[in-house]
């Protein structure tokens, strides 16, 4: 039996709200991964050339590959920090052909993103992100049970302090 | 085979219409693109990679990752507006699941155009339907777009 959560909201998880946590720093963007990002994305038709060929984006307005807007630079990390958060996440997750379904509240879902973009990453880029809790609520599910709605607002900027996005995401546990 | 490094044709804001349906971005999505994805962003989640583990979070099987339809959203405004257009703002809820085997299908409707401190901006709804019509990711997004009445614009990077 699986117990019923009467609320996730914490005090703890109340005093998160707006207080700057878990800032990032990209290693410098590669033509590579962007190319790949594109193929991957567009899979099975050949992307846009403004993402892989760099004599035809230097004819387009922006001079050269840009990356695809929702490209992630954080993708892969391998700082102490960034490494051992993919570990974490990659314990926690539910896998399959367990004895038992998998615990209220340690589930998660992507519920959503809105982003504002400013300017496209570029190779040679290095992103630098702030991010802060702006939201916490809750909602009763059908088939999920309670589940707890969070919202995060990351502002990402380039190595000259440009402003590249602001994005929030909407992040379920269930 | 030869790349032809054609410039593509520029979308302007004037050629814009209110009521706009957009051509389709669609794709029949399975482990296929959902590896290829998690290849690229990192995101090899058990429940986008195996049946069994979708079951044991309660779902009927495995299941895309959102950050994919997210990507066709952008793939369908940027196949439109092309090279000189840019998305200004991109939004959606993930409603349904994707699962293996969907055909979805992105599309958008031209809501509102309008002129903002010079710049020339289109308001989409977007979302991205599955093979039974079910809105699995209802969205909207904000283009800004070059103007016949200015110059063609250049965004040169600086040097740093």
Redesign the interface.
């Known amino acids: 039996m699986t117990e019923r959560p009467i609320s996730y909201i914490t005090p703890e998880l109340r005093a998160r709200i707006g207080v700057e946590h878990g800032n990032r720093v990209s290693s410098p963007v590669e033509r590579g991964e962007i190319r790949r990002w594109a193929i991957a994305a567009y899979w099975p038709e050949r992307p846009p050339m403004m993402y892989w060929d760099e004599a035809y984006a230097k004819t387009t307005r922006w001079g050269g590959i840009i990356a695809p807007p929702d490209f992630n630079p954080f993708a892969w990390p391998i700082d102490e920090e960034g490494f051992d958060e993919k570990v974490r996440q990659w314990r926690q997750q539910t896998r399959g052909n367990q004895q038992q379904k998998s615990q209220p509240g340690t589930r998660t879902l992507n519920g959503g993103t809105r982003v504002e973009y400013f300017s496209p990453i570029r190779p040679g880029n290095v992103i630098t992100t702030a991010s802060k809790l702006i939201d916490v609520r809750e909602r009763e599910g059908g088939r999920t049970g309670l589940m707890l709605i969070t919202e995060t607002e990351t502002r990402w900027t380039n190595e000259r302090g440009q402003l590249i996005r602001i994005s929030v995401g909407t992040s379920i546990r269930y | 085979m030869a ?1 032809k ?1 054609v ?2 044709a520029t979308l302007c804001w004037e050629d814009v219409q209110e009521g706009y349906v957009l051509p389709i971005f669609q ?1 029949i999505t399975d482990l ?2 959902w590896n ?2 998690a ?9 986008h990679m ?9 779902q009927p099987g495995v299941f895309g ?4 339809r ?3 959203m ?2 369908l405004v ?2 439109w507006i092309g ?2 257009g ?9 409603r349904g699941l994707n699962l293996k085997g969907d055909t979805l299908t992105a599309r958008a409707r031209v809501t509102k155009k309008y002129v903002e401190n010079g710049r020339h901006f289109a308001d989409l709804d977007i979302w991205v339907e599955n093979q039974r019509g079910e809105n699995t990711c209802p969205g909207q997004a904000t283009v800004e777009l ?1 103007s016949t009445t200015e110059k ?7 040097k ?1």
């Open positions: 790349t490094r410039q593509a794709r296929m693109n290829r994805f290849a690229v962003n990192d995101e090899f989640l058990y429940i195996d049946d069994e583990a979708g079951k044991t979070a309660n990752m959102g950050n994919l997210w990507a066709y952008h793939n940027t196949q090279d000189s840019f998305i200004t703002k991109m939004a959606a809820d993930y070059p063609p614009k250049r965004t040169v990077p600086r740093s």
